[in-house]
Nanobody
Framework: QVQFVESGGGLVQPGGSLTLSCSAS????????MGWYRQAPGKQRELVADITRDGRTMTYVDSVKGRFTISRDNAKSALSLQMINLKADDTAVYYC????????WGQGTQVTVSS
């Protein structure tokens, strides 16, 4: 079973940038299609970006297209989310997880966009 630990969140002003990191432990990261999810206060968790196991295909929700970039390093069992031009609506707890068969969630990392 693969487990994930997210890091890199923080407080940033509108228009600022952050890069989130996800470290995977256990066997099999390289076989997993992966995603970054977020949950804002009072809202359901949503998938914002995903990447295929080979790292060749990335998909983004419309609200983050052109601002977020997902990437992975299978040799390091690592997933990243580079975020630029952040907006107040991006404020949320961000999680990484596989795309299918999710059975648990990590603690996530808080991103707060505020002046």
């Amino acid at each position: 079973q693969v487990q994930f630990v997210e890091s890199g969140g923080g407080l940033v002003q509108p228009g600022g940038s952050l890069t989130l990191s996800c470290s995977a432990s256990g066997y099999g990261f390289r076989f997993l299609d992966m995603g970054w999810y977020r949950q804002a206060p009072g809202k359901q968790r949503e998938l914002v970006a995903d990447i295929t196991r080979d790292g060749r295909t990335m998909t983004y929700v419309d609200s983050v297209k052109g601002r977020f970039t997902i990437s992975r390093d299978n040799a390091k069992s690592a997933l990243s989310l580079q975020m630029i031009n952040l907006k107040a609506d991006d404020t949320a707890v961000y999680y990484c997880n596989k795309m299918r068969g999710i059975d648990s969630w990590g603690q996530g990392t808080q991103v707060t966009v505020s002046s």
